[in-house]
């Protein structure tokens, strides 16, 4: 297990040089490739609710396409807020992700940086907010919100990655925010009797396993199970 937490370690940091050599204008032309891409997929065309990350300004595929697209189509669409663990586990992460509802555009504009300079709503509007897994506002961390009435879920998770390979594994940041919301969304969407796991990775340059890859050349699938 060290020898694997070293290798991304060292993996991330050499990702990390490779994307700092990405001009702007090459980084907004393959954005503009992969979100082609994206929208050109029945799975997208076929979701009706949709989880997209919020990209950070360099180094990601920039998702505000991605979520102006899905808001005119009348798509439910879910964003990450991460927050602290009300009552913590031991054993558990004392920091969490949920997915929650994006109203409109407006609303989208009105969202403000956080200490990655990535879009993120403010609290006090978090409680009016539906969260993916059920009920309004943030969850316990551990599984889904108070008050779910089932029938959740999402249709599409737009994740996004430092790197993926042909096996469609992903490394990420390193936070594991997106590794523990996958369990748990997982662990929910079964429960209800959905078996689809409707992942989708981005990429410009470990959840191991995703449905589908966009780069912005290529698409692989596996097939979404």
């Not at 990390?16 to 082609?36: D, G, H």
């Amino acid at each position: 297990m060290a020898a694997v937490k070293t290798a991304k370690k060292e993996l991330r940091r050499h990702i990390k040089k490779v994307l700092s050599n990405v001009t702007s204008t090459a980084a907004r032309e393959q954005s503009q490739r992969v979100v082609k891409t994206l929208l050109s997929l029945p799975e997208y065309k076929a979701a009706k609710r949709i989880s997209v990350y919020m990209s950070m300004p360099k180094g990601e595929v920039s998702t505000i396409d991605i979520v102006k697209e899905a808001l005119a189509s009348a798509k439910e669409v879910f964003i990450p807020y991460t927050h602290e663990v009300a009552q913590p586990i031991e054993g558990e992460p004392v920091s969490t992700m949920d997915m929650l509802a994006l109203h409109s555009l407006e609303d989208y504009e009105s969202l403000q940086s956080d200490r990655w300079d990535i879009p993120t709503p403010s609290r006090d509007s978090i409680a009016e907010r539906a969260n993916c897994l059920g009920g309004h506002g943030t969850s316990s961390g551990y599984g889904t919100s108070e008050g779910d009435g089932g029938g959740t879920g999402l249709d599409l998770i737009v994740l996004p990655g430092m790197a993926f390979d042909t096996e469609l594994r992903r490394l990420g940041h390193g936070k594991g925010y997106y590794d523990h919301f996958l369990t748990r969304i997982c662990v929910s969407m079964s429960r209800d009797g959905m078996t689809r796991r409707p992942f989708l990775g981005t990429d410009l340059s470990s959840f191991d396993y995703l449905g589908i890859l966009a780069t912005s050349n290529l698409v692989l699938q596996l097939g979404l199970r």
